[in-house]
């Protein structure tokens, strides 16, 4: 009986994610209308946000009761799902053309911020100092940001209001907040059930981290990446996963640290095997989209191959 509850809670888990990812999605792409913002901007800052908050709190909660492996194994593995396994899927579906202007910064900060982490991790621990550095990495990208859109406003000497009507931003706003909220909790409940199914099956901390809290904390990022393919709003995407990714590596890491007594302990294994998969998919990831401005449908297949791969060396 058990066993059918936790079944039972993680599929309304599932359901409340893809329910709250496309009416998030929804009120985004009207604010990015109405407001005139590109779509590219408003997936790495508004959406990025919010669908990072799942991997936030079980890293900070984990980090807190004394499990910074699974802290950094949650946010480290949400990193490599984002790009192997949601760009990849997505690429499949639908090639993903990539449009924003200011990608290659974007997408070079993303990855300078993975290699300042394993800098910090490459003696074991990332001290409470290292947290706040990282804490504060995060300004750079949201200046840069804010000079991506002025640049946008730029290239659009008029833009065509349209009239905004009260209903319209009653229910946008509706749409807005409780899709953010079933997103949250559903990845909520989607993390305690996979957890228990975990402990049943007897999977090691580390794996469990790695895997299903990985999987499970970026769903919201699969969700809202997959609507916004299937939408046709391909930059949504690609922002979000960057814009996601730049989260983990500071804003989560971050905070994860200082929630954490004694900083961050870092295992041979996140940097032998977690930090190299990351790096790997990120070049792919980076460099396809600057060389070819678009990821492809081999690329795709390349990346959840490495996916693939990767897990099965976990297991």
């Known amino acids: 009986m058990g066993g059918l509850l936790t079944l039972s809670l993680f599929i309304i888990g599932l359901i409340m994610i893809v329910k709250g990812g496309d009416w998030f999605l929804d009120a985004t792409i009207w604010i990015a209308e109405k407001t005139g913002i590109s779509f590219g901007i408003i997936g790495a800052t508004v959406v990025s946000v919010a669908t990072t908050l799942p991997e936030l709190f079980v890293s900070t909660l984990s980090s807190k009761e004394g499990f910074t492996d699974m802290a950094v194994g949650n946010a480290l593995g949400s990193y490599i799902c984002n790009i192997a396994f949601i760009i990849g899927i997505c690429s499949l579906i639908k090639p993903i053309k990539v449009k924003e202007y200011f990608f290659g910064i974007k997408g070079a900060m993303m990855f300078g911020y993975l290699s300042i982490f394993y800098y910090f991790a490459s003696d074991g621990m990332i001290s409470h100092n290292e947290g706040r550095i990282l804490l504060f990495l995060i300004i750079l990208f949201i200046f840069i940001n804010i000079f991506d859109h002025k640049n946008e406003n730029g290239k659009r000497k008029k833009v065509h209001k349209k009239s905004i009507k009260k209903e319209e931003v009653f229910i946008n706003s509706g749409k807005f907040a409780l899709g953010a909220i079933l997103i949250i909790y ?90 190299p998969m990351a790096t790997i998919v990120s070049l792919i990831f980076i460099l396809t989209g600057i060389v070819f401005e678009k990821i492809g449908r081999p690329i795709g297949i390349l990346l959840l191959a490495l996916y693939g791969g990767y897990l099965c060396i976990l297991f």
């Open 186 to 275: 559903g990845a909520h409940i989607l993390v305690d059930t996979g957890v228990e199914i975990a402990n049943f099956l007897r999977i090691p901390k580390q794996v469990v981290s790695l895997t299903l809290l990985a999987v499970g904390t970026s769903l919201p990022e699969l969700v809202t990446a997959l609507a916004a393919t299937i939408k046709g709003k391909q930059n949504i995407s690609v922002g979000n996963i960057v814009g996601a990714n730049i989260f983990n590596m500071t804003i989560v890491m971050g905070i994860s640290t200082l929630a954490s007594s004694k900083g961050l302990i870092i295992s041979r294994q996140t940097l032998t095997l977690d930090v």
